[in-house]
């Protein structure tokens, strides 16, 4: 835990310092371009994730991923159970997953097919009437999961995958929004330990995420929880997490139009294909080729990294997880795979039928992606509810707390979610000023300036350029 230490982070602050400085003399002389946007504290945070997030030495990739999977323990406002979802005995839902891949491809992509395994994930919930440092109990599992649904007031059951990436984080680095989340709805949370790239490639993930869905309407006989109906469930992530709900969600509408009785065998059961009462995103992730515009436009008001270059990936220090061998061109899927719909939510073209769908994104480097998905789908007669804050960088609901906009999006969040399991969602768009939170409505189906051909196209060059880039690599420094 010595990453956690006050040692630790005064290491890391203090050559910090002078820049951390400079940055807020700018942003109080109104030099900085964000000045008017963003507090101070906001200021030197940003700068902060932006030093993590591009550092001038990157770390190698297991170092950085090591560094996510620490867990800082539980303790507060939350209940943790503990639990692990079993892999059933057929492998039926891995044939559907693999079948699905295979009608959605173009033809030429190329991916593992992972092997089916037990998942592990934590059900979240309030812990009512006790302080921020309040230790979590010695009890058994069981036992802590009958103390949250004591608490549990609602019929809002939430599946989270947490963001970072697809190869950063754990359910541990986010137990305090989705414990926010679940006091909020007055529901409770599965948040799920799905596998991590690179060493677990796309579609494993997807596969995880799967198997965790298909568990809440048919659990195991030895399950905490008795089976869940579909309407009852939401599906919600951040970043990652969020592109992984909506390609759960898509991989669902897939099955029911081309499974024969829409059902699938799990654990001797046949259990219906049935879809969610809404998927709920903070700042997702739907294109992994990141070829959109405001990747350039919006980067003053974001903290992520630019798209990946020749000179970027050849800069990742080697180690055991990266690159691989042979190499691959992203460290979630093979390369020719970027425009699956299974992968990016964005390549995908029809959603008619689909549940209610929530978006939220700031001014950030992924807004054009989101703009275009959300617009698509309402077009669709999708039930969208859309909200864009202005200035306001990737998940900064969940990063800034302090801030108004972040106080009013999880407000947003948590009213979808229970809206939607009340089926009482109604498409709405709205644009928040930054500071003042003034509201202005928007058109859904009229949010992108780009018309679907376009951003395929940009993805299908995106796609090809990023293989170019590897090839030469490959033949040029095939060790990095």
């Known amino acids: 835990m010595d990453d956690y230490k006050p040692s630790a982070l005064l290491r890391f602050l203090l050559p910090k310092t002078p820049a951390l400085a400079k940055q807020a003399l700018w942003h109080s002389l109104w030099l900085s371009p964000t000045s008017s946007k963003w507090d101070l504290k906001t200021e030197l945070a940003v700068k902060l994730l932006r030093d ?46 693999i079948t699905a891949i295979e009608d959605l491809r173009e033809g030429g992509e190329k991916f593992h097919v992972p092997g089916l395994v037990s998942v592990e994930a934590e059900w979240t919930g309030h812990r009512a009437n006790v302080d921020s440092q309040r230790l979590r109990p010695d009890l058994p599992e069981a036992e802590h999961y009958e103390r949250l649904m004591s608490e549990v007031s609602s019929n809002v059951t939430v599946l989270y995958f947490h963001g970072g990436a697809f190869f950063l984080c754990d359910p541990a680095t986010h137990r305090k929004p989705v414990a926010k989340l ?76 081309t499974l024969p009785l829409r059902t699938i065998t799990f654990n001797t059961r ?31 008001f974001d903290y992520l990294p630019p798209p990946l270059t020749r000179d970027v990936i050849a800069r990742f220090p080697k180690c055991d997880l990266w690159p691989t061998d042979p190499l691959r061109g992203d460290l979630y899927c093979d390369t020719s795979m970027m425009c699956h719909p299974l992968v990016s939510p964005l390549a995908a073209m029809d959603w008619h039928g689909s549940c209610p769908i929530f978006f939220s994104y700031g001014q950030e480097m992924l807004l054009d992606e989101g703009k275009a998905l959300a617009a698509r789908m309402a077009k669709q007669r999708v039930t ?59 058109v859904v189906e009229k949010l992108s300036i780009l018309d679907d051909e376009e951003v395929s196209q940009r993805m299908r060059r995106a796609r090809d350029e990023r293989e170019e880039m590897i090839d030469v690599i490959g033949r040029t420094s095939p060790k990095l």
Request: charged content about 20%; hydrophobic content about 45%; some cysteine.
């Open 270 to 300: 046949t259990v219906p294909i049935s879809l969610p009462a809404g998927v709920a995103t903070l700042s997702g992730w739907t294109d992994t080729t990141r070829c959109l515009p405001s990747w350039d436009l919006n980067a003053p």
């Open 52 to 97: 993590i997030m591009n550092p001038e030495v990157p770390l190698p990739i297991s170092k950085f991923q090591a560094l996510t999977l620490k867990d800082p323990g539980i303790r507060g406002r939350m209940w943790i159970s503990k639990v692990t979802l079993p892999a059933p005995e057929e492998d039926d839902i891995r044939n559907a997953l």
């Open 384 to 442: 969208v509810a859309w909200g864009e804050w202005e200035a306001m960088p990737h998940c900064f609901a969940q990063l800034f707390e302090w801030l108004p906009a972040g106080k009013k999006c999880f407000a947003e969040l948590a009213d979808f979610c229970e809206g939607a399991v009340k089926s009482s969602i109604n498409s709405k768009g709205t644009w928040y000023e930054a500071k003042t939170g003034k509201e202005r409505p928007v």
């Open 182 to 257: 679940a006091r909020l709805t007055r529901g409770r949370c599965l948040s799920v330990r799905y596998r991590l790239s690179p060493q677990h490639p796309f579609p494993a993930a997807l596969l995880d995420a799967f198997l965790a869905y298909i568990s809440l309407l048919s659990p195991a006989d030895d399950s905490f929880h008795s089976a869940i109906p579909a309407s009852h469930i939401i599906l919600a992530g951040d970043s990652a997490g969020g592109s992984l709900a909506l390609c759960l969600l898509q991989l669902l509408i897939h099955l029911q139009r």
